[in-house]
């Protein structure tokens, strides 16, 4: 075992503090680069890495967080990424013989598609080269740090694994109301971490000790890994035009207790921490009993902003089927032509009407299905949240479909026969899914229970030689249709039931197949799903929308105690049921405004380029068309983003489709959109390098109308000044993520006054808070996108 792992499980080990907030007292200028000082002042840096471990840190951070190719690039560095880091584990092993060296891997500030432009295999070979040179010279552990993308850091994650062999640390950051920028929260971050395989996961940087603990409380309920602990010494506040964590090192001990008892393994600081911040760490550690064993392992499957569990005394998943060519020629069609209005619409009626996991299958004659499956997992994730089951037996196309998926999810499914276990559970290992292990082998379906659950045993060994845990399978014990074999239903229930006692392993079935060919399908199947559920099914594939099917699961799980106080069936049956977080779109007969909102609402980009050709030739002006249905659906998607119902991703995929809706209408109608509602200028401040939520920003000011002149990111005050003299702008947005730049956007705001700019301001980011900018003079803040636009609108739309 790793010494590293060892330590793990003897004692809690203290991490180190913030490496960038020393640099600065150190020298590093604002906007300068960090990791260039492992080659220009290495003394530096070796001086910070020893005054943590003399104050008692077991585990040093190099000074990589930017050291990849994509954030090197800015500061013309991008050709020396293997020299950088791998002078960084140098400096860091000699400043702390005796400690554990972990080579930090933060974000690259990229997003990867369909939200951005970032390939993933172009982000696995990005993090992949820091990783190389990292590992090649010495460090001792892997620490992904401070994502924001659970996408990015799984690619970050599947570059650790197969760049090394060195132990991973994976850390997400999340706002105080638990979710990360993308909408992940900590759950289901804990669940697709944990599928790939890192061995520590928890939370850095954004939140102070007490909002961290609360995190890692969420991860815990869903995973059994060591967790880690590196909180900010409280969060930032700008005083005497210096930014400060107000965070004591007593402070920072607080929650020791809570902490040990999570099994929280690793205790470290971010922003604000120093060496006296670590040394209170350590002497808090003395003398408690640091001993933890994790919990048992349990399945789980997650997509990017929820957690479905598997098997236990969870509720029966249920899967739906319906996102499947078999016998639907116009899904097949549609498969052909690159379409996915078929798959967008079945995933949202299926989860209305109950499905937990979405089975998605694209495999048709004629279709391209690993450019298929990929499209489709985009399109799901887009407009439903249940986690996903890639239903395919070609393995470039489960390739392509894991890599686009958000979290962690099913495979459906591998067979007993060798070639099938050899191509499918590596995909598995190496993407962090679970597995649907289909009770056959190369001599067909056993016809005895017993015979079935011999080649599940045979599933089960081939699995653990892959490095699956147990938990990580789930046996089909095969449904066979009783009107040609009517023996086989009591056997596939003795299968289920042997399943469960011998091999202890989760079930599903393929419920429906049990009556076809028969008169009255729903009767049979209803009845049978009832038996399968008494039996000790996990996971039903079936129709959700099949009402018949629905109260005899329901009814079931209050019968066999798995819907407790009978809360679900209530809820149903009672009349007391929510409606769903997302309403469903209107229908083909509604008007051409509503359905455009529609396609806006859902990020249908594809589909309302028809609707905007239907709009021209039905005779709608461009101004309506814009004004009375694309608009609508901008608003409707950014109420739903403030009451938490849609996240990034979602606004995203609506802002591109509202962009295709206007080119449409430029095409077909040029020069006659309308006039623009007003010129904004925005710029991230000098000093920062990080754009991405000014990006943001400004695509969605475009798509409501505002002409915006984007200065991109480090920006001199001077320049944000002159250009909006010239351009005479009528507002100017400022953006900032780093503490460190705080101060210039001050200045930046002080010099637009002074030089007479009568400009509205708005200031957003990370770090920025509403008291914030009202000390510093600007007239709007922007907590999030969408409100910064809302803001925008109220004040200058009259």
């Not at 520590?200 to 939140?207: A, D, E, K, Q």
């Not at 059994?224 to 400060?244: C, F, H, Y």
């Not at 921490?273 to 001993?291: C, F, K, M, N, V």
């Not at 499956?373 to 887009?382: F, I, K």
């Amino acid at each position: 075992m790793n010494s590293f792992l060892q330590a793990l499980k003897d004692r809690v080990l203290v991490l180190d503090g913030a490496m960038g907030t020393m640099l600065q007292e150190r020298g590093l200028a604002p906007g300068g680069c960090p990791e260039e000082m492992n080659l220009a002042v290495p003394e530096v840096v070796a001086a910070v890495h020893r005054e943590y471990a003399q104050a008692g840190a077991d585990v040093i951070v190099t000074n990589t967080f930017g050291g990849n190719r994509v954030k090197l690039g800015h500061y013309g560095l991008g050709a020396r990424v293997g020299e950088i880091n791998a002078r960084a584990v140098e400096l860091a092993r000699r400043a702390a013989p005796e400690g554990f060296v972990a080579l930090s891997l933060g974000p690259t500030g990229r997003f990867l598609e369909p939200v951005g432009d970032a390939g993933f295999d172009e982000m696995v070979e990005v993090f992949g080269e820091q990783v190389r040179a990292g590992a090649e010279a010495g460090a001792d552990l892997l620490s992904c740090e401070t994502f924001l993308d659970i996408r990015e850091l799984r690619a970050a994650v599947v570059a650790c694994r197969e760049f090394s062999r060195l132990p991973v640390i994976a850390q997400m950051t999340f706002d105080d109301g638990g979710r990360s920028v993308l909408g992940s929260p900590p759950e289901a971050a804990a669940v697709t971490l944990e599928g790939l395989g890192v061995d520590v996961i928890g939370s850095n940087c954004g939140l102070g000790p007490e909002g961290i603990v609360a995190l890692l409380e969420k991860m815990r309920s869903v995973s059994r890994l060591p967790l880690i602990s590196q909180a900010n010494a409280g969060l930032p506040q700008l005083i005497d035009g210096e930014t400060v964590f107000p965070g004591t090192p007593e402070e920072m001990t607080a929650f020791h207790g809570r902490m040990i008892a999570l099994g929280v393994r690793i205790i470290g600081g971010c922003c604000g921490t120093t060496p006296a911040h670590i040394r209170a760490i350590r002497a808090a550690l003395e003398g408690r009993d640091l001993s933890w064993s994790p919990p048992p392992r349990r399945l789980f499957l997650s997509s990017r902003g929820a957690v479905v569990p598997v098997g236990g005394a969870a509720p029966c998943a249920v899967i739906g089927e319906r996102i499947n060519p078999t016998g639907k020629k116009a899904y097949s069609a549609e498969l052909r032509e690159g379409k996915t209005a078929y798959i967008r619409r079945e995933a949202q009626e299926q989860e209305a009407a109950g499905a937990t996991l979405l089975d998605v299958n694209c495999g048709a004659p004629g279709v391209d299905e690993p450019a298929a499956l990929e499209r489709a997992v985009y399109a799901v994730s887009g407009v439903a949240s249940a986690p996903l089951v890639l239903d395919s037996s070609d393995p470039a196309a489960l390739e392509r479909g894991l890599k686009a998926a958000d979290g962690r999810v099913l495979i459906n499914s591998v067979s007993g026969e060798a070639k099938s276990l050899a191509a499918i559970l590596p995909l598995a290992r190496k993407y962090g899914a679970a597995v649907i292990g289909l009770a056959l082998d190369e001599e067909g379906i056993p016809a005895t229970a017993a015979g079935r659950v011999a080649v599940a045993g045979k599933i089960l060994a081939a699995a653990r030689e892959a490095g699956l845990a147990d938990s990580d399978l789930v046996i089909d014990g095969l449904v066979l249709t009783v009107s040609a074999e009517q023996k086989s239903a009591p056997e596939t229930l003795r299968t289920l039931r042997l399943i469960k006692s011998e091999l202890g392993l989760a079930t599903v079935l393929g419920v429906s197949n049990i009556s076809y060919g028969l008169p009255s399908r729903g009767i049979l199947s209803a009845a049978f799903f009832a038996m399968a559920l008494e039996a000790g099914l996990d996971a039903a594939i079936i129709n959700p929308k099949e009402e018949r099917m629905m109260d005899a699961f329901r009814a079931a799980m209050v019968l066999l105690g798995r819907d407790e106080r009978a809360e679900e069936f209530i809820a149903h049956y009672g009349g007391v049921s929510a409606p769903p977080a997302v309403p469903q779109a209107v229908g083909a007969t509604a008007g051409i405004r509503e359905r455009l909102a529609t396609a806006i609402i859902e990020g249908d980009r594809e589909g309302v380029l028809a609707l905007v050709d239907e709009a021209c030739a039905g005779g709608l002006e461009p101004m309506a068309i814009s004004n009375e249905g694309l608009l609508p659906g901008l608003e409707e998607v950014g109420r739903r983003f403030g009451a938490k119902q849609i996240f990034l991703p979602q606004v995203m995929l609506s802002a591109e489709t509202m962009h295709a809706a206007f080119a449409r209408i430029k095409e077909r109608m040029p020069g006659e959109i309308g006039p623009r509602l007003g010129r904004i200028l925005m710029a991230t401040v000098e000093g920062d390098i990080h754009d991405i939520g000014k990006n943001i920003v400004c695509t969605l000011l475009e798509n409501h109308g505002f002409e915006v002149i984007d200065l991109g990111k480090n920006v001199p005050a001077e320049r944000i000044v002159s250009v909006a003299r010239e351009r005479r702008v009528d507002a100017v947005g400022l953006s900032a993520l780093m503490t460190t730049t705080l101060a210039q956007m001050e200045r930046t705001i002080e010099q637009l006054h002074a030089e007479g700019i009568k400009a509205f301001t708005l200031v957003g980011g990370a770090v920025v808070t509403e008291d914030y900018a009202a000390r510093i003079g600007a007239d709007l803040y922007g907590g999030d996108a969408m409100s910064a636009v809302e803001k925008i609108k109220r004040l200058l739309i009259k």
